[in-house]
């Protein structure tokens, strides 16, 4: 199936091998034809007004929420929050669930995998509040290494990516989360990556909170999605104070709403909202089973071209084994910036850096990575090129 034709911007660019939707992944048509219609037949301002636009607008946006909900098998929808991404949804629970529940000496128990935005919020929390911060180790594939003595009484939360934006890792979080639970943890899954790739079940899984943002699944960009247990949500105190949160306000007090209102103050991305429905949607019709296949297929391909290439090292896992789309190398000679600069001469699209994860990148001892990564709109052709394109740079820089 060629699905690169759902997407106006490989019509656009008809040259474009882009292998960075891990970054951000290509909108298709359904989901600009969203946007757009929202803005020519319902846009209004949600939840204010009682006229018929508003009243559209709202049911739009509320629909949107029952989607995320089924998406990812939680139980009620009040139980997701939009937010601006995936970074705001674990900012709203460091400060409101963490800043309410924590105190000084509690621990949080990260992973050496984590993204900044999974990181710098608890940072926050430790300047702020004398927490203590714990990492799980990874072993060479890049898999953590969970030692149940690593999660005590005196650990609150383990907040962990559901799969490794650098390394491209799928992470191992099953028995993590029950050991979590069993010592009354709280449990927070990064499923930025995890998301776009599988299927997610909430309540299987029993994260207690998880977060994604929309724009790489497809979805427009300014949208995020906080999931929490209600009961949890339900104690913890808005985030984000203004219009929209509250039920009363006085001159000296306000009481909140309910959720999820109580964490979204103010005017939401109401459009983005609005056609996040369509991407999840689209990505339902296309369905995972076939999203799995393309990706893996493209993935294995890739390592074995890859890996044919004597100059250049594999970063992370070595096979397909615990591996997502995402394929992160270097190249003896040339600098990871220099590797995407030469081939972004050839309109192909990789990421090079420390991917935000900069204590990952001083444990590895490397300054930075390539990284492809690929969706399920990439095809074999597009690997080919980024070989050639590869083998190109390598000689330029090493004639
Ligand atoms: C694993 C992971 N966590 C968090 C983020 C942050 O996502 P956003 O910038 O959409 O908030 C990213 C984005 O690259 C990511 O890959």
């Known amino acids: 199936m060629n699905f690169r034709q759902d997407f106006p911007i490989f019509i656009t660019n008809p040259n474009l091998v882009y292998l960075d939707s891990a970054a951000t992944s290509q909108k298709p048509k359904v989901v600009l034809e969203a946007l757009r219609y929202y803005y020519e037949n319902e846009n209004a301002n949600i939840h204010r007004s009682a006229h018929f636009l508003a009243e559209k607008a709202t049911v739009a946006y509320e629909a949107t929420r029952q989607t995320v909900a089924d998406f990812i098998g939680a139980k009620h929808k009040h139980e997701i929050i939009f937010t601006r991404n995936a970074t705001e949804s674990i900012n709203l629970v460091a400060r409101s669930w963490g800043e309410t529940f924590l105190k000084a000496g509690d621990e949080v128990l990260l992973s050496k995998l984590e993204h900044h935005s999974n990181l710098i919020p608890w940072l926050q929390l430790k300047e702020k509040i004398g927490i203590e911060i714990k990492y799980l180790d990874i072993d060479e594939s890049g898999q953590l290494i969970f030692d149940e003595s690593q999660i005590t009484e005196k650990t609150k939360l383990v907040s962990l990516t559901g799969m490794s934006n650098s390394l491209g890792v799928i992470t191992h979080l099953k028995p993590i989360i029950t050991k979590a639970h069993e010592v009354g943890a709280k449990v927070l899954i990064d499923a930025c990556q995890m998301a776009v790739h599988s299927p997610i079940d909430v309540q299987e899984l029993d994260a207690d909170f998880l977060v994604f943002s929309a724009h790489k699944l497809y979805g427009p960009t300014g949208v995020g999605v906080l ?169 330029y820089f090493n004639q």
């Not at 590797?339 to 900069?358: N, P, V, Y």
């Open 227 to 395: 999931y929490g247990k209600s009961d949890l949500l339900e104690k913890m105190p808005p985030f984000l104070g203004g219009g929209e949160m509250i039920q009363q306000v006085f001159e000296d007090r306000f009481i909140a709403g309910d959720i999820p209102n109580k964490f979204e103050a103010g005017t939401p991305n109401i459009a983005g909202v609005t056609a996040f429905k369509a991407a999840i949607e689209y990505l339902n019709s296309v369905g995972f089973e076939t999203i799995q296949k393309q990706e893996k297929a493209l993935t294995e391909y890739a390592l074995e071209k890859l890996k044919a290439l004597p100059y250049l090292k594999l970063i992370g896992p070595q096979g397909m084994k615990n591996r997502g789309s995402i394929i992160s190398f270097t190249i003896d000679g040339v600098h990871p910036h220099d590797i995407a600069e030469g081939l972004s001469q050839k309109q192909i699209c990789i990421r090079a850096g420390h991917h935000c994860t900069q204590p990952l990148m001083d444990y590895l001892e490397l300054p930075a990575t390539a990284r492809a990564s690929f969706a399920f709109y990439n095809e074999v052709e597009e690997v080919d090129k980024l070989v050639k394109g590869l083998e190109e740079v390598y000689e």
